[in-house]
């Protein structure tokens, strides 16, 4: 009831800026005792109306079928979202009579003819067009178009932030991701484009590198045109005043562009290259800090992780290490937060092995991010779903840290932590468990957590020093004020 909805809030929201279709159920006070504070009450409405898509309450059993029909039609369509449905505990106890309807089936959107010329008119005159590509409601067909599309007509692709498997980043189209952190390689692809095509993207801050890209700062962007495809709407223009819009879901969209006739030369091939080499050029990590060096270790994972790995993460500086070090094949997935949630990282793992027994799942996880949901280990040991968990441990709440010494230079507040003991923790937890402190014990724990049949939780130590990948304390006080 209550408490659980404040709990439950957190995934509302992260569905909410994910796009997710979610269905959220949750226990309500009887209806006669509404209104008066009773034990666990909260009203619902108003508590959940700007994270959910729609908040209903169900007043009879007999209702829950219409009711449930329509939650998952709302859920899914247009811009997928979360749908909370109360259910008040004296209804609960009631006898339906009616009978449960069929599965909701949704008819995505396609785009008109005209849609498909419009856009076909803008791309044809482009010799530095971007793909970018984003949102939920993605299915394997529409991914397989969308390849299509890039390939006929030669487009460089971007992926907006968290949404590396959307397309297959060994792919030589692929040239990287509008995300947190962006590096200046796909920032420059993403200004020196004449033509960006979104489909399925929102222009959010990270998208746009706060909002300082595609003419968001109010500036004129040398003549760039806009062409924004989604299933929603409402994004046209809240952000971004796209020249061309299509009103129209990302999988029919892609079936449809991808039919378009090609260039008639191959005017776009040189800056598709450019774009992917220097892209590829991101993947070098400079040498770390510490015993044990993470880019050394991604290296290694680039080629150890099998082709349809599941990696989650949460959020924390940590998280650059599987955003920005890893490639995502056309058969990997990735579950990232795109609202930054803290912790979100070890329950999509125990998830997602539930749901995929047989494929490996790896959580990325820091000291402070595992914290906020370590007792997800007991589910994952209820439910046998048992992943490989890499604890990226630098006592440090690490982003924090970061704007501390780039702001307020060595002036530490509030941001060292004392962590337990993460191999004891795992192992109360019926887990295989070691802590790795120098690069070369990375590969041979790794290959005994594949190899354990309870999973694993790998206690990596780095310096709290290397505030990320790229930035170290020394480096980030000897930056303020230049």
Request: proline content about 6%; some cysteine.
């Amino acid at each position: 009831r209550g408490p659980g909805a404040t709990n439950a809030s957190i995934g509302v929201h992260t569905a909410d800026q994910g796009s997710t279709p979610m269905i959220l159920f949750v226990g309500q006070v009887g209806r006669s005792h509404r209104g008066l504070e009773a034990f666990q009450e909260i009203e619902y409405t108003s508590f959940f109306d700007d994270l959910a898509k729609w908040v209903v309450e169900v007043d009879s059993a007999d209702d829950l079928p219409r009711v449930v029909e329509a939650a998952f039609t709302v859920a899914m369509t247009g811009r997928p979202g979360p749908v909370v449905v109360s259910l008040p505990e004296d209804v609960l106890r009631e006898v339906a009579t009616t009978q449960p309807g069929p599965p909701v089936q949704i008819d995505e959107r396609p785009p008109s003819v005209g849609d498909v010329d419009a856009v076909n008119a803008v791309l044809a005159a482009a010799e530095r067009p971007v793909l970018l590509v984003g949102g939920g409601g993605w299915t394997t067909d529409g991914r397989m178009a969308l390849s299509r599309l890039a390939t006929r007509q030669d487009l460089p692709v971007v992926v907006t932030f968290r949404r590396h498997d959307l397309f297959d980043n060994t792919d030589d189209h692929y040239v990287g991701e509008a995300g947190v952190g962006m590096p200046p390689a796909v920032r420059r692809t993403l200004v020196e484009a004449d033509v960006i095509l979104a489909v399925g993207a929102r222009f959010g801050e990270m998208t746009t590198g706060v909002y300082s890209l595609f003419g968001t700062d109010g500036k004129a962007n040398d003549g760039q045109r806009i062409v924004h495809v989604h299933a929603s709407a409402f994004e046209f223009g809240k952000v971004v005043v796209a020249e061309v819009t299509v009103n129209a879901g990302p999988n029919a969209a892609c079936r449809a562009l991808a039919a378009m006739q090609p260039p008639a030369v191959d005017r776009r091939t040189d800056w598709r290259v450019q774009r992917r080499a220097a892209f590829l050029e991101t993947l070098d990590c400079p040498p770390q800090l510490g015993d044990l060096d993470m880019g050394e270790v991604m290296a290694w994972l680039r080629q150890r992780l099998p082709p349809d790995v599941v990696v989650t993460n949460g959020a924390g500086n940590f998280s650059a290490w599987p955003n920005k070090f890893l490639l995502y094949g056309a058969d990997a997935r990735l579950l990232a937060p795109q609202n930054g949630t803290m912790g979100y990282g070890l329950p999509a793992a125990v998830a997602a092995k539930v749901a995929n027994a047989d494929r490996t799942v790896v959580c990325f996880a820091g000291d402070g991010d595992i914290q906020m949901n370590l007792q997800e280990l007991g589910t994952a040991m209820q439910a046998d779903a048992r992943p490989i968990v890499l604890v990226v441990d630098n006592s440090s709440w690490g982003t924090i840290r970061m704007h501390q010494e780039l702001h307020h230079p060595g002036r530490v507040s509030a941001t060292d932590l004392v962590n337990p003991d993460f191999v004891v923790l795992a192992g109360a937890y019926g887990m295989h468990a070691e802590r790795v402190t120098a690069t070369d014990g990375f590969a041979p724990a790794f290959e005994r957590a594949m190899a354990s049949p309870t999973g694993a939780l790998l206690h990596l130590i780095t310096s709290t020093d290397q505030l990320n990948p790229r930035l170290t304390v020394e480096a980030a006080r000897g930056a303020v004020g230049r």
